[in-house]
């Protein structure tokens, strides 16, 4: 019973200590009355503690009261109903220096003095990357100047070509055949002209008269091939994209798209099928 009495007056006790207006009563108290406290802590006998407290600090009752009582009160009251207040502004002015610093540590951070091992290995990796990008600049300018070299050079051999073909020249140019298909496809074409250029100058000339599309089997007559010869040279056309499909009612037809267009036109204003460079041989 008294191990229960005594644990239920310690954890009163602590209530009360920790109750935030005893902790503010007591520390005003303290600095109000601190001649009383002098005097206490002092070596003066018991008798002249009294007499000091009695007739010098607390000379009447009203003394008494205020000082011990009312302005710690007072205090006390004050502090726990303005500091809240007081405490957000103080809190929100912190955190603002706070977040003001951790700003300037960062933008420090990022600013730091880097050591001489890393000075090196950054210019190493920047020299590295300069050297590489001026080989590859380098190789890029010697297969543009390959190029231009290749295009002047059949450019020259196009004109000495042109040149050297006399007004006379049908003569000598090799012999046509006149091809006739299902559908009267009739092309003038050079009997030794390749498969690709074939099928490329019939659908030209069936273009300029007009037509939408070659039915396939008439395609591949007027162009004298094979049937089966004729479909390979026609896949392998259209997955080059010079000739592209549809299915009209006669059935599969084919028609030139714009770079087989180009390079047939390019063809036929050469008078030289065989020269082709754009349409492999067979």
């Given amino acids: 019973m008294l191990k229960d009495f005594a644990q239920t007056l310690t954890e009163a006790l602590r209530e009360r ?42 000379p009447t009752r009203m003394e008494l009261f205020t000082r011990t ?26 955190r603002y220096h706070q977040s003001k610093l951790v700003e300037e540590k960062q933008r420090h951070d990022k600013m730091r003095i880097l050591t001489e091992e890393e000075k090196t290995r950054h210019l190493q990796e920047v020299s590295t990357m300069i050297r590489r990008s001026q080989e590859e600049i380098a190789l890029r300018d010697l297969q543009i100047s390959a190029h231009i070299k290749r295009i002047e050079s059949l450019e020259d051999q196009l004109k000495k070509t042109t040149a050297a073909t006399p007004e006379g020249a049908g003569k000598d140019t090799p012999p046509t055949t006149k091809l006739e298909s299902p ?57 080059r994209k010079l ?29 030289d099928p065989d020269s082709s460079l754009a349409i492999p041989k067979d």
């Fill in 183 to 239: 559908s009267a496809l009739n092309v003038s074409i050079p009997a030794t002209a390749p498969a690709f250029t074939r099928i490329l100058l019939v659908l030209r000339h069936q273009e300029n008269l007009g037509e939408d599309g070659v039915e396939e089997i008439a395609l591949i007559k007027a162009a004298e091939l094979k049937i089966s010869e004729g479909r390979i040279r026609l896949q392998e056309m259209e997955s």
């Fill in 69 to 94: 009582i009312l302005y710690p009160a007072l205090v006390s009251l004050l502090y726990i109903s303005l500091f809240p207040f007081l405490e957000k502004y103080v809190y929100r002015i912190w």
């Fill in 17 to 58: 200590i920790a109750s935030p207006f005893l902790r503010v009563f007591s520390i005003a108290w303290i600095v109000i009355n601190y001649q009383t406290v002098l005097v206490i802590l002092s070596f003066e006998d018991i008798l002249n503690k009294l007499n000091l407290i009695r007739f010098l600090i607390y």
């Fill in 243 to 271: 000739i592209g499909h549809h299915f009209p009612p006669k059935g599969k037809s084919y028609s030139l798209t714009h770079d087989g267009r180009v390079l047939a036109n390019q063809i036929a204003s050469r008078h």
